[in-house]
């Protein structure tokens, strides 16, 4: 497994301990000073051993580290080098508002500001994927936390195949976007919903989400209707499935938010993952393409003319 250089000021200790405490808990190696320079070693050498030896660096930012010349001395010299052999080795890891290093302003950071969790998940998933192969660029604790990243999804598609329950509230926020999707040219909107005319899905349905068959069939009623309306102004195709859904999908051109719902009963934060082009996305377009051709499983009920 991966060595791992812990790059950070002495000041944020307790922060680097944690982490690093946290990720060898996943089989990694990390490197820190506490654990491996002891009474009488020279600190500049083992630091440049450890530094020479090691798969990666986690840069920890804050205040503390922007103002420490160890610290840009120790993540500098593996920069260089990520940019010689053109494979990422420098993954900066962000703890408080501070200024980010000009050379790091095009990097992704994991974001540990307002969760430990959080921030632990989008460094393991960067450290154990690489992009170019899975995909998966970032992580969310819960699908309602996504927000400005809709927009950006938005702004640069033309297409979108949904894999959804009904996405009540998130598409009554995004239904002007949906609308701007359609007026553009060759824009296109896909969507597969439950099938809740089959009443032993719908019964299923009713007892995970808690939630009255009146009322989970008006929730599915007005999302055809949304997408009906929709459908007046461009390309449009409706599916009903009957097959019970465990996550749900949002394919963009070049992009795809995936979320995975609970089996607890009731409402439960939904972790939600960003996918770009990649293994992961390319397999929910094949598994998408899959139920619009399977008429066992699918029926189009809404189309453009």
């Known amino acids: 497994m991966s060595r791992i250089f812990i790059s950070h000021s002495s000041a944020d200790k307790t922060f680097a301990r944690k982490l690093a405490k946290s ?155 949906l609308n701007e999707i359609i007026t553009t040219k060759n824009g296109k909107i896909t969507a597969i919903l439950p099938d809740f005319n089959n009443k032993n899905l719908l019964a299923l349905y009713s007892k995970r989400l808690q939630c009255s068959k009146a009322d989970l069939l008006q929730r599915v009623q007005l999302a055809k209707q949304d997408f009906s309306e929709i459908k007046l102004n461009g390309k449009v195709e409706v599916y009903i499935a009957t097959i019970y859904f465990n996550h749900a999908f949002y394919l963009f051109d070049n992009a795809c938010i995936f979320a995975t719902y609970s089996y607890e009963i009731g409402r439960v934060p939904t972790p939600a993952i960003l996918l770009e082009d990649g293994q992961f996305m390319s397999f929910l377009k094949k598994d998408f393409q899959y139920l619009l051709n399977n008429k066992n499983l699918t029926k189009k009920i809404l189309w453009t003319n």
Not at 144 to 149: E, T
Not at 168 to 174: I, L
């Open 23 to 177: 990720i060898a808990k996943f089989g990694y190696f990390p490197w820190l000073d506490e654990w491996e320079i002891f009474v009488g070693n020279s600190i500049v050498q083992k630091i440049q051993k450890g530094l020479d030896e090691c798969d990666f660096i986690v840069l920890i930012l804050s205040k503390n580290a922007i103002a420490s010349r160890w610290v840009e001395r120790e993540w500098e010299a593996k920069y260089w080098q990520e940019i010689n052999k053109k494979r990422i080795v420098v993954y900066p890891v962000l703890i408080e508002e501070c200024e980010i290093p000009t050379l790091l302003l095009t990097k992704k950071y994991a974001d540990f500001r307002e969760d430990f969790n959080t921030g632990l998940v989008e460094l393991l998933l960067a450290l154990r994927t690489p992009p170019s192969l899975a995909g998966i660029v970032k992580y969310y604790s819960d699908f309602v936390n996504i927000s400005d990243d809709w927009i950006t999804l938005f702004n640069h598609s033309k297409n979108i195949s949904i894999l959804s329950m009904y996405s009540q509230t998130w598409r009554n926020t995004y239904l002007k976007y």
